[in-house]
């Protein structure tokens, strides 16, 4: 049987083990399994534009449980499919900021069975893009520092979505009149039992990590799961919220029960050109470019982050089977939106697995069959804290920094874009927006400087869209 692993997957060939594989898999999953909690509370409480909420919910939580198990399922198959056919260390789940902006900007205007119609669109005409070989036309387009900075972006990125979601650091609420947007801890200070369990998780991890411990990834959530427990058990901690700064940030750390039956009742809940009708061709239209340019270089930034951080990519950047990757993910917005838990993506803590030692998609097989294991073990998945899982994201992140030394930074042709690249990825909390802002930043001094003809004119086009991308607003109060 490892033979066969072997020779399918290329485990040796890769510089892995089997055993490295399936640490990396389920490190993974416990990385990203909070999605199986976050997307329920980010679509499950905001009501369509006809007062009904997603799964046939009545707004007291009696719907999330459907989106959950909807959620895990689309992730559990999709990764396990870009596992077997890509060949490559990649998890897919409901993208944050997607569910989101479906939920906030579409479903508020229309029903969430057109929104989710959207999504499917989207999906198709992003397939149709790498179908047509433009997706990867315009991948291979990119010049390689700027591949590089958008590697070092999302590493930066990551961290501080582990810090965040850890509550280490915290936006400062608008009524405290200061002009600084964050903040270390709750209140300007290390406050809470939660934030203590997170720093002994990411100092457990550094401590394994330097060590060179094997597992030291998985070993330190574990562990710092147990720890979690433990404190939950003598402290009744609850979940943070305005009135309960000190409690856990999104899973409480106590087991309610082994197994539930999944219910299903999302799936199918779509309506493919009802937005068009509930709310316009041209917004309809708009919506839908938006959500693409947002799927369509988020992948391309996760997969060439994932690709670089487990040397998998070639000289150019380019990571192995990069169409098959690209035709795995543009299914995945489809399946999403057809499923109605929104449009499913890659997805950036894949790194975390990476870190573990992960190389090939037998790494996606078992984190796709921890996903679908999770619609039946829901509690055990929930026990699991955030504060335990994130640690691996600032170790992650680390490791992905290291790679800003392959920048040119005495060349201002590409440090300013690069730059920009990088730091906008955190400051935004956006990898589209930091590709964006590098494009048109790398395409402006080229014009500037007299250099057109060193433009590739994929990324004139690339360029033009962002500009839109940017202008959407108005645009689309413009045009509507």
Known sequence: MTRVLDSYFQIGQRGSTVGQEVRGGV????????????????LGYIPDSEGAFLGGGSGDGSNLPAIAAGTALVAGLLTILMGSVANFPLALATGL???????????????????????????????????????TAVFHAVPGQLKVAISVGIGLFIALIGFVDAGFVSRIPDAAG??????????????????????????????????????????????????AVVVDAILDLGRRGADNPGGWALSVPHL??????????TLGEFSLFGAFESIGVIAALLLIFSLMLADFFDTMGTMTAIG????????????????????????????GGAAGVSSNTSYVESASGVGEGARTGLASIVTGLLFLLATFFTPLVRMIPSEAAVPALVLVGF????????????????????????VLMPFTYSISVGIGAGFLAFLLIKVVLGKTREIHPLMAVVGLLFVVYFAIDPLTDWLT
């Open 97 to 135: 900021g997607l569910n989101a902006f479906v939920a906030v900007a579409i479903a508020s205007q229309s029903t969430w069975a057109d929104a989710m119609g959207l999504v499917v669109l989207e999906g198709i005409a992003i397939l149709i893009l790498v179908l047509t070989g433009f997706r």
């Open 256 to 265: 309610d029960g082994f197994v539930d039956v999944p219910d299903f009742g």
């Open 178 to 227: 200061t002009s600084v947007p964050v903040q270390l801890g709750q209140t300007g200070q290390l406050s809470g039992w939660p934030v203590l369990v997170f720093a002994f998780g990411l100092l457990l991890l550094i401590a394994l990590w330097v060590r060179k411990v094997r597992g030291a990834i998985l070993l330190a959530i574990l562990g710092t799961t147990i720890v």
């Open 308 to 335: 670089a951080e487990a040397g998998l990519n070639d000289e150019e950047g380019i990571p192995p089977h990069t169409e098959r990757i690209l035709v795995v993910d543009s299914i995945a917005a489809i399946a």
């Open 27 to 42: 490190v993974t999953f416990l990385t990203m399994s909070y999605i199986i909690v976050l997307n329920p509370l980010i």
């Open 399 to 422: 490791l992905m920094m290291q790679q800003v030394t392959e920048i040119a930074w005495s060349d201002v042709e590409i440090a300013i874009p690069a730059f920009l690249t990088i």
